[in-house]
């Protein structure tokens, strides 16, 4: 089995931290404005079908 990380004594975990941490915030911003942008509207939607929902069956079991 080969040692692909070097000398024992100069292997630096926080290289690797470092480079993904510079991948990260090279990332296109828009992907994470619209991730973000989109979740409360998400909820809103569903809040609304919830409330349909309860409506509906109220006047349901009202008109029964």
Do not use: H
Not at 11 to 35: I, K, L
């Amino acid at each position: 089995m080969a040692n692909t990380q070097g000398p024992q004594g100069n292997y630096d975990p926080a290289g690797s931290t470092q480079m993904f941490r510079a991948f990260v915030d090279e990332a296109p911003q828009g992907r994470q404005q619209q991730a973000a942008s989109s979740g409360p509207r998400v909820g809103l939607i569903i809040g609304i079908v919830v409330a349909v929902a309860v409506v509906a069956a109220v006047a349901w079991l009202a008109f029964k």
